[in-house]
């Protein structure tokens, strides 16, 4: 499972209410910097409260609203170039599915001009901007900017923010960022999620390491090695002290190797491979090859002439001979453990920084702990299975799980390019292959070049057969819209794919039909992918609700709201939870941040801002919530009847399942009562 779900599961652990506030965690300010008499900097500062971030300027394509400015020069200024900003943090995102930029505690931009005209004393301007923290976000914000060129101060000076900022910031051209996946999280978050994640690393580590001392090239080594030493040693304390060293050297290798990897392509590099589509594109090719190799199409191995000159080292004796020993098993059994270290290296990359060390650490410990174990306790080696085809077997069954496991990359890339080669039912139709070939295989259908005669199934292989079976039938649904929660983080969502409501299924659920939209009440549509009936205009859903009789729910959001989704994709989906949002309320969604134009004999002023007009559909909602309810985040919760009188307390971001049913049923009570 790739490591940033386990970011994503930190952000999500908490529940909060929302108390009844409008918030304003961003303040703006303004200062001029003189470069010549003609050309000057116009410089905007954001002051961010703890906790919330402001986006760049530049975010992929259905991202968060990004940070945007204008300026009103007329015929007085021209505009050199874009607005720069500073090179703020770039982190992944799961819900929006991309790698976004943002901004934490403080931001600052710089908008060159060219006078065309000396008298021009104020420019005026406005930014645009969108603010989210944790648990909310906030719609987006307009503020009027004023320049005022009469106070600039030289760019040489020492007296101001601007100048001093100057020099201490790394201001840049604002660029697109490449699609992709990660979470934004606090720095204390992020700091708890790089921790939980090298440990993840490294226990995944240990596991493959495990897995590896179970392989043909592996396994039979462990009594032949310990034997050596417990035979070729004086007496039984030193041969548990030299197996020790030499299972010592044998992490030094691994560790050594992982180091290699980082000093090579750089601790941060290795994280920006993994978000790559070139990258995405080599994992997978290098995935199936080790696959086919474990499936026995052939043997991956070094130059025989390494192994050879290590061997004639090993031989020397004292500690230099143990360290050659180790490098030997090494060389020797690459051709199984090169798969294992290969995907190690892999996974590491999709967490960056020292990853690729700690899991060479936690692979070369599982690796050399027998070697200590048995030379401490020989007895324990009579215990061990003796060898024979059932190692080629785990081969071969480690094979298919790469090959899996291979299509994954090539999903992300496909992903990232929007090619749609890959959508869910696809991915899903190739893994129920993998799989049912892979019971095919255990049961003895399917035999492969270096598998022994079967003359009989063991128990322990016919239970991983059915274990395996039973899964490939699990996913089977998942052709259909099922959302195969058990690996969900390996297919792409459901709303990538050849039908949000899965192959075949023209129905949506609630009485009605997604191909006759006539049937649908006027204002009404259908959300896919659960099936919801819905409304985005206020008085269309409220009249709705008085003919059907039932309470409203409203549903203030966002479609760059990041909790919005992750309610929508995590709570909604539970089944009581969409029952009462399918048959007992009726659906409001309000979305803040539409920028569809108001009609013209919709646009009003602004209650909350003098002067200015609500020209977009989103200010509308907007300004609706903040007055009505006296708060400006979302996702916002309210539940209503026919008198637009709350039910209930609202609530806000809820990302537990039953607190927010029981909140539902609640509001959904008061109102029959």
């Known amino acids: 499972m790739r490591i940033f779900l386990l970011s994503f599961l930190l952000v999500s652990l908490t529940w909060t209410t929302v108390s009844a506030q409008v918030l304003e965690p961003v303040k703006w300010s303004t200062s001029v910097e ?27 394509e259905d991202g968060p609203i990004p940070t945007t400015f204008t300026y009103d020069t007329g015929a007085n200024a021209e505009l050199m170039g ?42 005026k301007g406005e930014v645009e901007f969108m603010v989210c923290d944790d648990m909310r976000c906030l719609p987006p914000s307009y503020i009027d900017l004023n320049f005022d060129l009469t106070k600039a101060k030289s760019s040489a000076g020492t007296d101001t923010a601007a100048s001093e900022n100057s020099s201490t910031f790394n201001f840049q051209e604002p660029v697109m960022i490449d699609s992709d996946k990660e979470v934004i999280v606090t720095e204390r978050e992020e700091k708890e999620a790089e921790n939980s994640g090298l440990w993840t690393i490294f226990i995944l580590g ?43 050297c044998i992490i030094v290798i691994y560790v050594i190797l992982g180091t290699g990897v980082v000093a090579i392509f750089g601790a941060s590099a290795i994280n920006e491979f993994s978000t790559s589509v070139t990258f995405n594109l080599l994992f997978f090719f290098i995935l199936v090859i080790f696959a086919v190799s474990f499936l026995g199409a ?42 294992f270290v290969g995907n190690i290296i892999v996974l590491s990359a999709t967490k960056g920084g020292l990853a690729p060390m700690i899991g060479m650490l936690g692979f070369s410990i599982a690796l050399a702990l027998p070697f200590g174990l048995f030379a401490a306790f020989p007895g324990w080696l009579n215990s061990l299975p003796k060898s024979g085809g059932w190692l080629n077997t785990v081969k071969v ?80 649904p998942g052709l259909w819209g099922a959302p195969l929660n058990l690996i969900s983080a390996f297919p792409p969502p459901l709303d990538y794919s050849e039908s949000p409501y899965g192959v075949g299924n023209s129905k949506t659920g609630g009485g009605f039909s997604s191909g006759d939209a006539q049937v649908l009440p006027d204002g009404g549509h259908l959300l896919a992918p659960h099936q919801i009936l819905a409304f985005n205009d206020y008085d269309k859903g409220m009249a709705y609700a008085k003919e059907v009789g039932k309470p409203v729910m409203l549903d203030f959001t966002g479609w760059a709201c990041v909790n919005c ?103 959904v009570g008061a109102y029959e009562k």
């Open 397 to 476: 069954v480690l094979g298919f799980l790469e090959l899996a496991f291979a299509f994954k990359f090539l999903s992300q890339a496909d992903l990232v390019l929007q090619l749609h080669f890959l959508e869910r039912e696809v991915f899903i139709a190739i893994w129920i292959a993998i799989f049912g070939a892979l019971a095919f295989y255990l049961f003895g259908k399917i035999k492969l070049p270096h598998d022994s005669p079967l003359t009989h199934i063991s128990v322990g292989r016919l239970s991983l057969g059915l274990l395996v079976l039973s899964f490939t039938i699990y996913m089977i």
């Open 82 to 123: 874009n607005t720069l900003e500073e090179e703020g943090r770039t982190v992944h995102d799961p819900v929006f599915n991309m790698r976004i930029k943002f901004f934490d505690d403080a931001a600052e931009f710089r908008q060159r001009i060219t006078l065309l005209n000396k008298e021009l004393s104020i420019v």
């Open 565 to 667: 989704r992750r309610m929508e994709q995590n709570v909604w989906p539970n089944d009581q939870v969409l029952n009462i949002l399918k048959n007992e309320v009726v659906l409001i969604s309000l979305y803040v941040d539409d920028k569809r134009k108001l009609e013209d004999d919709e646009i009003v002023e602004s209650q909350l801002r003098p002067g200015k007009q609500l020209k977009y559909i989103g200010q509308k909602w907007s300004e609706f919530q903040t007055i009505r309810y006296k708060t400006n985040t979302q996702p916002f919760y309210v539940l209503i009847g026919h008198d637009e009188e709350n039910l209930n307390d609202p609530v806000g971001y809820t990302p537990n399942a039953q607190e927010y049913l029981e909140w539902m049923r609640e509001g």
């Open 298 to 339: 052939f043997e991956i191995m070094l130059p025989q002439s390494w192994a050879n000159k290590i061997d004639s080292k090993a031989g020397k004796g004292g500690y230099t001979g143990i360290f050659f020993m180790a490098l030997a098993l090494a060389i020797v059994s690459f051709s199984c453990t090169g798969p």
């Open 206 to 248: 240990m596991g493959a390491g495990l897995i590896a001392l179970f392989t043909p090239c592996v396994f039979p080594l462990i009594p032949m090695t310990v034997s050596f030493f417990t035979k070729q040693s004086q007496n039984k304390a030193e041969g548990v002290k030299n197996a020790i060293i030499y299972g010592l």
């Open 34 to 60: 003189k470069i010549s008499d003609t050309e000057f900097d116009l410089i905007s500062r954001a002051t961010i409260d703890r906790g919330w971030h402001l986006y760049s300027q530049d975010v992929p």
